[in-house]
């Protein structure tokens, strides 16, 4: 079936503004992960959702970055008032159940705050 | 603090000659090893899952291996299809959902 899908692929925005990215998970996949990778740096998580429990927010950087997912499927992250600091490309992934179930990872969206 | 070494950094390799990539782990609870192979623009693509010492998984060119502290990535005559990016990462008891990743090796395999 299809992998993850995510949009758009690039995303170039003025500092102060806010953006929002979207995140298709695998249909059936429980759970959703967006990971954020800088230049040079690993991958960096981000924030967890599994079903309806709570999500895990502890990799959030601040608090202008936030994320929702609706029924149980798609993900929008939102990350307001940009500084050049959140370029970067942000990378959704969906697992089957929980962690630790592989993660599949979508084609990531690249931010860039000019 | 949990944390992952990949090593070397970067390999150039002829096509044809074998070698292994390293990834070092040290984290409390090691729930399973995840290797991925990341192509310039792309998103990681899935290789292999290891879930306890001893374990082996083979794939075409590739073969994983894990013991208590590291992993390897044992790639055999390799093509220039093979260059990319290989990240190791690891789903830790005390890290919660976070999958902790390397920084990566770039492999380059010149023909």
């Known amino acids: 079936g299809a992998g993850v899908s995510q949009s758009p692929s690039n995303k170039v925005t003025e500092k102060g503004k806010d953006v929002e990215l979207r995140c298709d998970p695998i249909s059936g996949h429980t759970a959703l992960y967006w990971y954020r990778q800088s230049l040079g740096q690993g991958l960096e998580f981000l924030i967890y959702f599994q079903g309806n429990s709570a999500p895990d927010k502890s990799g959030l950087p601040s608090d202008r970055f936030s994320a929702e997912r609706t029924g149980g499927s798609v993900s929008t992250l939102t990350i307001q008032r940009t500084q050049q600091e959140d370029s970067a490309v942000y990378l959704c992934?969906?697992?089957?159940?929980?962690?630790?179930?592989?993660?599949?990872f979508g084609p990531g969206t690249r931010l860039t705050v000019l | 603090e949990d944390q992952v070494t990949q090593s070397p950094e970067a390999l150039r390799l002829q096509e044809g000659e074998s070698s292994s990539l390293n990834c070092s782990y040290t984290?409390?609870?090691?729930?399973?090893l995840f290797w991925y192979r990341q192509d310039p623009g792309k998103g990681p693509e899935f290789l292999f899952t290891?879930?306890?010492a001893g374990e082996e998984k083979e794939k075409e060119r590739l073969k994983a291996t894990l013991t208590k502290k590291e992993s390897f990535l044992h790639i055999t005559a390799p093509k220039p299809e093979d260059s990319a990016t290989y990240l190791c990462?690891?789903?830790?008891?005390?890290?919660?959902?976070?999958?902790?990743f390397g920084k990566g090796t770039t492999l380059s395999v010149s023909s």
């Open positions: 990462a690891v789903q830790a008891r005390q890290a919660g959902t976070a999958l902790i």
């Open positions: 290891l879930y306890s």
């Open positions: 992934a969906s697992s089957l159940g929980g962690p630790p179930d592989t993660q599949y």
């Open positions: 984290v409390s609870g090691l729930r399973g």
